[in-house]
């Protein structure tokens, strides 16, 4: 992408551009998301462009007013991580006077949380309690996002805590840029790193007076919902009289100390910004984060709350779905290269490939197919596309078979047009004639499936013309002509057993072909179950050391009271884990999913 495009307008009405989602769509890597929020005209694309490792792109304008209206996009080549896209959103001001709308600009914030993975505030001057009240969005995130839909919702994540601990599931890092600074990093005459400067202006005060509560409020949601916070102090870049001309000044003509700490922020972002991630810590690309931002706008532009459970559920069908269609067209591409006809084996083997192709894509695209519902969905595909193929080749052996005999033929229908074998001894010229053909189509390469059952029915309607021919013949007494009925009969008897063993031995390479099936969807389904079930176990340990932490910063500060209110949130995420250890859903899983699957298969080909 050479340039930002608009991805959310906002008009006071919020909407995802078409063009902006139609780029996403085509985002096929893992994304690493960075959005910044922050008041308006405190610098924040300046950051975003250097983060995209461009002197411009992001307006940064260079009066009072706003410039960035709704959120911007811009994805370029992450630096460091090879095949993945770094997304930078630019967010319109926070506290635009000119808008003067306090629940357009919650929306805003909110929408920066759902689609980031790490999330940079930018600020000015210092953080003290006017600059930690600015970041008051914070403290209506539990009403403007919800983890789970009501009726999924236990009593215990309905209290502070259990959202506490759901939010930090999904939550994005935290970054807090402080623009302008001229402070001495210094508390009680001590030097400090800006982590424990940002972790000093986040300390709480004890009391419950209604002064106190509001002062801690702010600070404990940061606190609980960003529990990875890292803090960056920029002096002023250049003098107050060139600020206007940020965008083209010279790098040499910005201060060194503004250029370092500008170097050491990029550096974090690159080097520590992690991957979009989902609830059960699955990761997300861009074609996720469109279907992602689509859902969560269309939800706030129609008056509702959005819901990461509901959004999650919507783009596993829609991803589930294209996974079904992009794993039976890999299929139904493959096998449409095939020249037919071809014969079992050869076609057992595309089969085979083309199969083993189909179902890596659809387990590459597939995104929570917890009951393998899907993946039963493509299974049934694939076997109905295969059968159609097998259908054709038939078809076309059938063609190029009966093609081939009645080209073998002709000479001995011009021979008998002619009368040719109306004489004595014209049998035994008939039968030599006769087996030159059967010699010939036995030579003949590539007649596939068809080849015996097509020869058989050929020598039954050739029966009465080779028994007239006999008749004919005066020079044979009438033992000789029972002798040559009989081993006639037989030939044709064992032309139609050699037929038969042609069809059951498609039949049995088919019901092998089915079964190799099977077994490389349950590796498919047990690789992606376990690597899903992986991540959500990862996620949840994760959380639960969050909380365990915060519950030990708690009582060390002497927040006694705080730290055993978190006792029930942190006992369920450990009943969370202990489940998922115990637990083996993925066998239970197959078998409900292949079982049924196998059965009809195998009904099938008896009745066959």
Not at 372 to 384: F, Q, W
Request: hydrophobic share 35%; charged share 25%.
């Amino acid at each position: 992408m050479e340039s930002p495009i608009c991805l959310i307008e906002n008009n006071g009405t919020l909407r995802v551009v078409p063009e902006a989602l139609s780029y996403l769509m085509g985002v096929r890597q893992p994304v690493v998301v960075v959005a910044i929020v922050g008041l308006y005209r405190t610098g924040k694309s300046y950051l975003m462009n250097k983060l995209a490792g461009k002197q411009k792109g992001f307006s940064l304008g260079a009066t009072i007013q706003s410039h960035t209206k709704g959120i911007w996009m811009w994805c370029v080549p992450h630096p460091l991580r090879k095949d993945h896209t770094l997304v930078l959103l630019d967010t319109e001001g926070l506290g635009d006077v000119e808008k003067g709308d306090q629940e357009n600009d919650t929306w805003i914030f909110a929408l920066a949380i759902l689609l980031s993975s790490t999330l940079v505030y930018n600020s000015k001057g210092a953080i003290d309690n006017q600059a930690v009240e600015n970041l008051q969005y914070v403290t209506e995130l539990t009403e403007r996002i919800k983890v789970k839909s009501p009726a999924n919702a236990s009593s215990a994540e309905d209290g502070d805590d259990g959202a506490d601990a759901q939010f930090v599931q999904f939550f994005p890092s935290f970054v807090w840029a402080v623009r302008d600074f001229t402070l001495l990093l210094e508390i009680n005459g001590k030097k400090v790193t800006e982590e424990q400067y940002l972790e000093h202006a986040l300390t709480l005060k004890k009391g419950n007076d209604k002064k106190t509560v509001a002062y801690n409020l702010p600070r404990e949601c940061i606190r609980n919902y960003f529990p990875e916070r890292r803090c960056f102090a920029f002096e002023t870049p250049a003098a107050p009289e060139k600020m206007a001309h940020l965008e083209s000044m010279d790098e040499n003509q910005l201060s060194s100390s503004f250029k370092a700490v500008t170097l050491k922020f990029c550096n974090y972002i690159y080097n520590e910004s992690s991957v979009k991630k989902v609830k059960g810590g699955l990761p997300v690309t861009g074609r996720m984060l469109g279907h992602l931002a689509k859902t969560y706008v269309e939800t706030i532009a129609s008056g509702g709350v959005p819901c990461l459970e509901n959004a999650v559920v919507a783009m596993a069908q829609i991803e589930n779905q294209a996974a079904v269609q992009e794993g039976l067209q890999v299929y139904k591409k493959g096998m449409q290269e095939i020249t037919f006809p071809v014969g079992m084996e050869e076609m057992s083997r595309k089969h085979g490939h083309w199969d083993s192709q189909a179902i890596e894509a659809f387990t590459n695209r597939s995104f929570k197919d917890e009951n393998g519902e899907y993946m039963k969905t493509l299974m049934e595909a694939i076997k109905e596309a295969y059968a159609a193929f097998l259908a054709e080749n038939e078809k076309s052996s059938e063609g190029l078979c009966r093609q081939l005999l009645s080209q073998l033929s002709e000479p001995i229908a011009k021979k008998l047009e002619n009368g040719f074998y109306a004489k004595p001894g014209g049998y035994d010229l008939y039968c030599v004639d006769h087996q030159d053909l059967l010699d010939e189509y036995n030579r003949a390469p590539n007649k596939g499936v068809k080849a015996e059952e097509v020869l058989g029915i050929f020598l039954k309607e050739k029966s009465v013309e080779s028994a007239v021919v006999m008749q004919a013949d005066k020079h044979l007494t009438e033992k000789e002509k029972k002798i040559h009925e009989e081993r006639e009969k037989a030939a044709l008897l064992g032309q139609q057993k050699k037929a038969e063993e042609e069809k059951r031995l498609q039949i049995e390479k088919t019901l092998k072909d089915e079964r190799e099936s099977h077994e490389k969807v349950v590796q498919g389904l047990r690789k992606k179950m376990e690597a899903e079930m992986a991540l959500q176990k990862k996620e949840l340990e994760m959380t639960l050391e969050c909380k365990l932490r915060k519950q030990r910063d708690l009582m060390q500060q002497g927040f006694k009271a705080k730290s055993d209110e978190m006792t029930q949130a942190i006992n369920s995420l450990r009943a969370e884990v202990s489940q998922i250890q115990s637990s083996n859903p993925i066998e239970s899983i197959l078998a409900a999913v292949l079982l049924p699957s196998l059965l009809s298969k195998g009904c099938s080909f008896r009745c066959c």
